[in-house]
């Protein structure tokens, strides 16, 4: 916590400001003589001195932009990441939704399909259940029609010997 601090604190437009104004002012007093002696006569001694304090002053300029423009680019590849999760969670959703969509307009149109055949049956039948299982002289005759054939005719034979003929006893 207070290396961040330091790292922010030392790699701040303004620190970095103000390295960068003590590197110009130590170059031009080490580098540059002659605007020295007229200028500010009293710093001409220092000369070796301020060529020292230039030296460290552009390499801990050096160093301290290096580290924010690295900083920077970790913060932007963390950003990307970021970025690059939320666009496929938000693909994932998307997907979600469409299946959803799809499976919804399914079951509308399966609903719509039931109340079809329920308003046909509703034709059809009207309002009594009764009459919904009554038998047709079609239907007889599909139940005929399945029941096995036999080499004899069985037509003689009351309804109660045709039944248990044909499996079903009642009691």
């Known amino acids: 916590m207070i290396t961040d601090l330091f790292w ?7 620190s970095l400001g103000v390295l960068a104004a003590i590197a110009a002012l130590a170059f031009l007093i080490a580098h540059v003589p002659a605007i020295v ?22 390499a801990a300029l050096m160093l301290f932009i290096g580290y924010r423009i690295a ?9 990307k990441n970021d970025l690059a999760w939320h666009e496929q969670q ?5 997907a979600t939704a469409e299946d959803a969509e799809r499976l919804k307009q399914e079951a509308d149109e399966k609903a719509a399909q039931a109340k079809g055949e329920l308003d046909d049956f509703r034709k059809k039948y009207g309002d009594d259940p009764a009459k919904a299982c009554a ?28 039944m248990r003929a044909f499996g079903g006893e009642r009691r």
């Open 135 to 162: 038998f047709t002289p079609d239907d007889l005759e599909r139940l005929r029609k399945l029941a096995p054939r036999r080499s004899e005719p069985v037509r003689n034979r009351s309804a109660l010997a045709r």
């Open 90 to 94: 938000l693909e994932q959703q998307t």
């Open 71 to 79: 900083d920077e680019r970790a913060e932007t590849r963390r950003l």
């Open 8 to 14: 922010d604190m030392a790699t701040s437009t303004i």
């Open 37 to 58: 002696e007229r200028l500010f006569p009293s710093l001409e001694p220092f000369t070796r001195a301020a060529a020292l304090i230039h030296v460290a002053a552009a």
